[in-house]
């Protein structure tokens, strides 16, 4: 499966952005789909994530902010980022792995090209 994240830009903080990721190929509804980002100077970190039968993970720091539906039909899934801070800032990533949702990066095998987000002011 192919990945193809977009929709990240710049936005003050309390605002909102949703992030979308398409896939491309066959049995997009069997696969965990996990967004996760990256700041500078720091690791890679599981922001969210949603198993084939759409159970959700979510890293404590965006817990009540941030949800992560996805659309099978269009073999899309998105991140809803509400109330943003600047702490948010970073290179957002989907990535998709078979069998259930992971917090561990390692555990996902396919990856798209990172999107942007930048909170400030």
């Known amino acids: 499966v192919q990945l193809q994240a977009s929709g990240g830009g710049l936005v003050q903080p309390g605002g909102s952005l949703r992030l979308s990721c398409v896939a491309s190929?066959?049995?997009?509804?069997?696969?965990?789909i996990g967004w996760f980002r990256q700041a500078p100077g720091k690791e890679r970190e599981m922001v969210s994530c949603i198993s084939s039968s759409h159970s959700t993970g979510y890293a404590d720091s965006v817990k009540g902010r941030f949800t992560i539906p996805r659309d099978d039909a269009r073999n899309t899934a998105y991140l809803q980022m509400d109330s943003l801070k600047p702490e948010d800032t970073g290179v957002y990533y989907c990535a998709a792995r078979g069998s259930g949702h992971q917090s561990d990066p390692n555990k996902y095998a396919y990856w798209g090209q990172g999107t942007l987000v930048t909170v400030s002011s």
């Open positions: 190929g066959s049995d997009f509804d069997y696969y965990a």
